[in-house]
Each structure stands twice: as structure tokens, then as C-alpha cells.
């Protein structure tokens, strides 16, 4: 059980345009879901955490118009990066809470070129 | 604020041989303490945590850590190592209602594992 889901895995585009990810809690429902992101070799930083039908909460210094967050379900959380340049290439971690714990989904590649 | 450190960046040791990896927290009351492992290229696995209760705790893949209040650690231990335990080990703290459900992790340490 508690399962995380994560698409895509990977994702490659051209600087300027947007990505969207998405996560997806499979086998149960999560009012919250948190976005990190984690460069080489480093741990991971929450980016942001988003509650089912309000509005995301940010980290200080992550740009809510560039990092778009959406939790239109008890299911679906879903990272928009707009416009999109190569430092925000990176490796972008959502997990569920449920239960008192957090689980995580596999991740997602981003490489902008 | 809450925080964590994780002294050791990376640690090799011989299969079969035992393994201790090292935590440290920074948290205002008394914590929830997690180990996770991830896998290059992959999500996070969690291995084991503690909320309250006893200080010592059984996680997966034959994982304990030991919550030692008086020196803030949580030191994760496994008597023999396993070649498949190469990975990236993470300490965090947090996921309490009082600190918004955040988990605050630490660097990791990589282990490898000789043959």
C-alpha cells in the first residue's frame, strides 16, 4: 500500500517552454502533497506544499509563477515549470502524506536544454 | 527551526561487515525522526521511524536506529552489510503538525559497499 506515482520519469525541452509533472497517490488519498527538488549529489529542498483545493504554500525563495502547483483531487498533485530554463534542469520528488508519514514518489528528470 | 546533519558524506565498508551511520537533529520539542534510503535515480524508501515509545527501532532490510535524546541522534546501525545495500542514505526530522508536516533532511551519506 501507500503508493506514489510519478509522470514522467523523465522529461527533456527546450529552454522557454513549460513541463508539467504529475503525482498521483494510487492507493489512497492525500489531502497533502510536498514537492522537492534535489540537485546532484545533494539532498533534498522542499519546494513547496500543496493542500487539496487551496492554494500551494511556498518555500522562501521558490517562485510561485515559475513553480505552478495544482492538488485538484485527493489524488493528483501536479508541478508546472514555466518557462523553463537550464537551471531549473534537476531531479523533482513528490510525496503523499498519509498516516503521519510522507511517501515518495520516484522522481522526475528534468533537463532543459 | 528544525535541522539535520549528517557528518559522514560517504562511507564504504566490506559486505558482511557492519555499518553505523551518523545523525544529528536540531528540533525545538521531541521529534519525529525518519532514515531513508534512495537508489540512484530513484524516489525515496522509507527504512524506519521514530515517534515516541521505545528509543530503539526494527526498520526494513534489517535497519535499527537508536533515538539517543541526550545527544540529539538518531544513528542508523545494520550488524551485517549486504552489497545491495549501496545507496543514499537520508536522515530527516519533522512531519509533525506544529512544523506545518515538513520534513527537513539532511545531506546523506553515500555508502558503498565492498566486495
Known amino acids: 500500500g501507500a503508493v506514489v506515482s510519478q509522470h514522467p520519469s523523465r522529461v527533456i525541452c527546450k529552454s522557454g517552454t513549460s513541463v508539467k509533472i504529475e503525482c498521483r497517490s494510487l492507493d489512497f488519498q492525500a489531502t497533502t502533497m510536498f514537492w522537492y527538488r534535489q540537485f546532484p549529489k545533494q539532498s533534498l529542498m522542499l519546494m513547496a506544499t500543496s493542500n487539496e483545493g487551496s492554494k500551494a504554500t511556498y518555500e522562501q525563495g521558490v517562485e510561485k509563477d515559475k513553480f505552478l502547483i495544482n492538488h485538484a483531487s485527493l489524488t493528483l498533485s501536479t508541478l508546472t515549470v514555466t518557462s523553463a530554463h537550464p537551471e531549473d534542469s534537476s531531479f523533482y520528488i513528490c510525496s503523499a502524506r498519509t498516516s503521519g508519514l510522507q511517501y515518495f514518489g520516484p522522481g522526475t528528470r528534468l533537463t532543459v536544454l | 527551526a528544525q535541522s539535520v546533519t549528517q557528518p559522514d558524506i560517504h562511507i564504504t565498508v566490506s559486505e558482511g561487515a557492519s555499518l553505523e551511520l551518523r545523525c544529528n537533529y536540531s528540533?525545538?520539542?521531541?521529534?519525529?525522526l525518519f532514515w531513508y534510503v534512495q537508489s540512484p535515480g530513484q524516489g525515496l524508501q522509507l527504512l524506519l521511524k521514530y515517534f515516541s515509545g521505545d528509543t530503539l527501532v526494527q526498520g526494513i532490510k534489517g535497519f535499527e536506529a537508536e533515538f539517543k535524546r541526550s545527544q540529539s541522534s538518531f544513528n542508523l546501525r545494520k550488524p551485517s552489510v549486504h552489497w545491495s545495500d549501496a545507496a543514499e542514505y537520508f536522515c530527516?526530522?519533522?512531519?509533525?503538525?506544529?512544523?506545518?508536516?515538513?520534513?527537513?533532511f539532511g545531506t546523506g551519506t553515500r555508502l558503498a559497499v565492498r566486495p
Open positions: 530527516a526530522v519533522g512531519g509533525q503538525k506544529s512544523s506545518g508536516d515538513k520534513l527537513t
Open positions: 528540533y525545538g520539542a521531541t521529534p519525529y
